[in-house]
């Protein structure tokens, strides 16, 4: 396997991005910002006015509340849990979606739990919505439905191990995101005393994060296509002189496999590699895929 191989265990210092461990720092930092304002000026309302998601917000044209109301959370528990979720998750991730692309995916979650919310509470416009919930299950799901019968093992309040499959905590996690949405979060946005009593929890926005990460999976994944999407891609041709000036590249490319060039190879290996880590191991061609094959025996000598 190739996650054997000794180029593919560590990633090189220095030659590129990690998008999602600056996502990270972002929510991170937007938390301390936010308990500054908060604790020494007084100003955790105007923060909450400028980010924090609300319908009021938005019909004040304050669109960009779409992604910011991530940046704040209740407490630091509730950072704490979003942020250990969207690492371990993207971690575990990273070797088949890359930095970018995954760090794109739970904005993209963000946004869309988000706009799921906001149609919700379309009648309570003072209601606010904060916090990164909606990336980190999200990713859950994405997770979930990539490797759903692989045994995972975690501790348990950190010391019993407790060992499943992924495919029943996400049931786990629809069913209780399922039921705090329709009986809890659905009649208080309209007014109504809710059936569970289960706070003033974004349950619409987790389902909407949810539902991306299926549908990323589903569509970009596992190549579905429904019955309604034409199935025969159409191929658009480059002009004469593009096709030209690409076959020459080809035909002059001066990277050849021997042992003789072993300084072009190690330079061919860490382009793919840093192509791994941001657009992930499915985005290479076969033949990247062999020159890394070929590469451990002849970088080994």
Same mark, same amino acid.
């Given at each position: ?37 908060? *604790?020494? /000026? ?21 669109? #960009? ?11 630091? #528990? ?17 070797? !088949? +979606? ?12 963000? @946004? *869309?739990?988000?706009? =799921? ?12 919505? +904060? ?12 997770? =979930?439905?990539?490797? %759903? ?9 950190? @010391?019993? %191990?407790?060992? /499943?499959?992924?495919? #029943?905590?996400? #049931? ?12 809890? !979060? ?13 706070? %003033? ?10 539902? *991306? ?10 190549? /579905? ?23 020459? !590249? ?25 192509? +791994?880590?941001? !657009? ?22």
């Amino acid at each position: 396997m190739l996650y054997d191989r000794p180029y593919m265990r560590t990633e090189p210092a220095g030659r590129s991005v990690p998008y999602l461990y600056w996502f990270l720092g972002v929510l991170v930092g937007g938390f301390i910002l936010q308990k500054m304002l908060a *604790v020494w /000026f007084g100003q955790g309302g105007m923060l909450l006015n400028w980010v924090a998601l609300s319908v009021g917000n938005l019909f004040s044209l304050k669109i #960009w509340t779409l992604g910011t109301y991530a940046l704040l959370h209740e407490d630091f #528990w509730h950072l704490f849990g979003n942020g250990l979720g969207i690492f371990l998750l993207g971690r575990a991730l990273l070797p !088949e +979606i890359g930095h970018r692309q995954l760090t794109k995916l739970s904005v993209i979650m963000i @946004v *869309v739990g988000g706009v =799921c919310w906001a149609l919700v509470h379309l009648a309570a416009q003072g209601n606010l919505l +904060i916090g990164a919930s909606a990336a980190s299950l999200g990713l859950l799901t994405l997770f =979930c439905v990539m490797h %759903p019968n692989q045994p995972i093992t975690i501790l348990l309040f950190f @010391v019993f %191990p407790l060992t /499943f499959q992924p495919k #029943w905590l996400l #049931w786990i996690a629809l069913g209780i995101n399922g039921a705090g949405f329709l009986l809890a !979060e659905l009649p208080m946005a309209f007014g109504v005393a809710p059936v569970l009593s289960m706070g %003033p929890v974004g349950w619409s926005a987790h389902l909407g994060g949810m539902l *991306v990460g299926y549908l990323y999976y589903r569509f970009a994944l596992s190549g /579905f296509r429904p019955a309604w999407m034409p199935r025969r891609s159409v191929k658009i041709e480059p002009p004469a002189w593009m096709r030209k000036k690409k076959a020459a !590249e080809e035909t002059n490319r001066p990277f050849k496999l021997n042992l003789s060039n072993r300084a072009a190879l190690r330079k061919e290996v860490d382009r793919i590699l840093d192509k +791994i880590t941001q !657009e992930g191991f499915g985005a290479l061609t076969d033949e990247e895929r062999a020159i890394l094959d070929q590469a451990k025996d002849l970088l080994s000598k």
